[in-house]
């Protein structure tokens, strides 16, 4: 076994017994590369990533690739997802030298952590205009011991440029970056089969979240409709899992049809949000079933017996893609028996397949979603777990957990079923004890470990998810931690430039700063949401000021490509146009099982300010500079 074998990453202890001499990032893997004057080649993925298990398998198990980085590099194995930082600097150092970037990443550079050459998935032979991995590593050998100096330059050109590229934009932004978004997103709809732009369609949440508030403050009809149409025809694709519930990564064409099967935490939490929006502003039971199908999926699969919620599931079964997901007609007429020909008839089923020979089951072809076979979901979902099994990837990450915390939150104020917010608060009680010493708190929990490091996405999102849990409880204690944490967030991570840094302190030759809203919302956009919704509840001057610092300089920051930074957008319409204010006046616990999703909430004890009418529970609302008279009941246009 190599150096991995002792870390708690899924995705580094698949690699533990590779005969690659791999070293976790750490000091002695770049004081070796230093004293043996070596190259370092570093390798990022993750432990769901179809083309990382590729790779793994051409390269990294091959006995004869092994002994070429053996002898010639020293080579660090790290885990995106437990490393968001290094990840995201050479992230950037990929894209500049293919103009791309992916996982498996690959990235060679000098013991000083100055990358020199970057890539990612490498083939054993040359195909696709890319060279062999092989190839790779003799070039970079020989061009190591008879041209190094070309690549020290090189490796100081690139982070220089690098360092060099945030700029330090001025404040003033040009034209309505809000309607630019909007418009952006009008131009890239696909109005026949949902979503935005071609193959491949990611499910992008904060989009449709953005589009969703948007209709709803300017009445814009074809926004909603946009956000609608995505939102069904990811629900009746194969994206959506129609046997088990939740949804995969991404869609590998244009309609929604064949996914890239893995499923991960973060997509589940967001999209949980964005159906339980859609149905607290339309009242079509759709969107709230499809939320609750998906939250199903996660309390019965991703959810540790402690209360935190796991990371991901793999797309692979026994080395093949969606093996797990997929059916012949035989299969499923074998299982289902007389109903498996009116099954297969809805979620097209054929003997010919849809999907490279097998079916996915998807409801495409069908006008509707109502269907009744649960009963023959039951069936197939036990046949399947029976037939292959997934590889779980059962870290828990403190900013995925916090979205599946708020996700759940939300989705118990639209469907007031407990078991939703007992999920919440479960998992929230997971972290305090688990990934917190009670001031700070810890990225990665696994095995009885937690990491010690932290984020600035950990503390945003974390902020964030306690909100939700006082707008579904109005218990203070949740709102105070949420305090607690926000002023902990400003002090470690504020940049003098403006915005957030990643990190607190970096041995890297940047501190990642994340604007870009790409699968999940930066860190900057989610902390200009808390910002703005922390003082829309508290009313503190402090935290005015501070949102409109973020709003200025994210403002500036997004306005080359305002579609791409939609939940800051979404934050700054919240700044513009507030959900309304509700005062609760009551005498003991009210009643607030109508309160609407999103607004601001204060509950006071009634005093000569916020008397009792008619000596009952007393709501208060002010929308703008527009306050209702007092009354005993909320009115439904909230």
């Known amino acids: 076994m190599n150096h991995l074998k002792n870390e708690t990453s899924p995705?580094?202890?698949q690699h533990a017994d590779n005969p690659v001499d791999w070293y976790p990032w750490c000091g002695e893997a770049f004081e070796r590369a230093k004293s043996e004057d070596k190259p370092v080649f570093l390798s990022i993925g993750y432990s769901t990533c179809h083309w990382c298990h590729v790779m793994a398998h051409e390269s990294f198990e091959n006995s004869e690739t092994a002994e070429l980085l053996n002898k010639n590099f020293i080579s660090v194995k790290v885990d995106r997802e437990e490393?968001?930082?290094i990840d995201s600097v050479y992230m950037t150092v990929c894209q500049a030298f293919t103009g791309s970037g992916g996982w498996p990443m690959s990235v060679f550079m000098t013991w000083d952590k100055k990358p020199f050459f970057a890539g990612t998935y490498f083939p054993t032979t040359p195909r696709f205009g890319m060279p062999s991995f092989r190839d790779v590593l003799n070039a970079v050998t020989m061009q190591w011991g008879t041209e190094r100096e070309k690549l020290i330059q090189s490796a100081e050109n690139i982070t220089n440029m690098l360092k060099n590229t945030e700029s330090v934009k001025t404040n003033k932004v040009n034209g309505d970056i809000v309607e630019t978004a909007?418009?952006?997103?009008?131009?890239?709809?696909?109005?026949?089969?949902?979503?935005?732009?071609?193959?491949p369609k990611?499910?992008?949440?904060?989009?449709?979240?953005?589009?969703?508030?948007?209709?709803?403050?300017?009445?814009?009809?074809?926004?909603?409709?946009?956000?609608e149409k995505t939102l069904i025809q990811m629900r009746k694709g194969?994206?959506?899992?129609?046997?088990?519930?939740?949804?995969?990564?991404?869609?590998t064409d244009r309609?929604?049809?064949?996914?890239?099967?893995?499923?991960?935490?973060?997509?589940?939490?967001?999209?949980i949000i964005a159906y339980s929006a859609m149905y607290s502003l339309t009242g079509t039971k759709k969107y709230l079933e499809t939320a609750m199908k998906t939250a199903e999926y996660v309390l019965r699969e991703m959810t540790s017996p402690e209360g935190g919620f796991y990371s991901a599931q793999d797309a692979d079964s026994e080395g093949v893609e969606g093996k797990y997901y997929t059916f012949t007609l035989d299969e499923i007429m074998s299982v289902l028996g007389d109903k498996g020909k009116h099954f297969s008839e809805t979620f097209d089923i054929t003997e010919h397949g849809n999907f490279e020979g097998v079916n996915i089951p998807n409801l495409l072809k069908s006008g509707d979603l109502d269907t009744d076979f649960e009963a023959e979901f039951q069936k197939l979902y036990e046949y399947r777990k029976k037939r292959t099994k997934l590889h779980l990837d059962d870290k828990i990450l403190l900013s995925w957990n916090s979205m599946m915390i708020a996700a759940m939150s939300m989705l118990y104020r639209v469907s007031h079923y407990e078991k939703y917010l007992c999920a919440a608060e479960n998992a929230q009680r997971f972290i305090e004890e688990n990934m917190s010493d009670g001031e700070h708190i810890y990225t990665i929990f696994r095995d009885g470990k937690r990491s010690d490091t932290a984020f600035l996405e950990d503390y945003a999102y974390y902020i964030a998810a306690l909100i939700e849990m006082y707008n579904s409880t109005l218990d203070n204690k949740y709102l105070m931690r949420a305090e607690e944490l926000c002023a902990e967030a400003v002090k470690?991570?504020?940049?003098?430039?403006?915005g957030f840094n990643m990190c607190e302190t970096t041995e890297l030759f940047k501190n990642p700063k994340e604007l870009y809203d790409g699968a999940v919302p930066s860190g900057n956009s989610i902390m200009a949401y808390d910002l703005i919704r922390l003082h829309q509840l508290t009313e503190k001057e402090e935290y005015r000021e501070c949102a409109e610092k973020q709003l200025d300089f994210m403002s500036a920051q997004s306005q080359d490509y305002p579609s791409g930074h939609c939940m800051f957008l979404l934050a700054k319409l919240l700044s513009e146009a507030p959900p309304p204010r509700v005062i609760i006046s009551t005498k003991g616990s009210p009643d607030i099982s109508n309160l609407p999703f999103l607004a601001n909430v204060t509950v006071v004890q009634a005093d000569n300010k916020y008397p009792l009418l008619n000596e009952r529970t007393t709501f208060y609302v002010c929308r703008g500079n527009t306050c209702l008279p007092p009354s005993n009941m909320l009115s439904e246009e909230l």
Request: cysteine-free; charged content about 20%; aromatic content about 18%.
């Open 11 to 13: 995705y580094l202890l």
């Open 83 to 85: 490393r968001p930082d």
């Open 182 to 199: 909007a418009e952006m997103l009008r131009k890239s709809y696909d109005s026949i089969y949902g979503g935005f732009g071609s193959a």
């Open 202 to 227: 990611f499910p992008i949440p904060h989009e449709l979240m953005f589009l969703m508030y948007y209709a709803k403050i300017n009445s814009d009809e074809t926004a909603q409709k946009m956000a």
């Open 238 to 251: 194969g994206i959506f899992d129609h046997i088990g519930g939740g949804f995969s990564r991404y869609s």
């Open 255 to 271: 309609y929604f049809l064949a996914p890239h099967f893995e499923k991960m935490l973060y997509d589940n939490a967001l999209l």
């Open 492 to 498: 470690r991570f504020s940049d003098k430039n403006g």
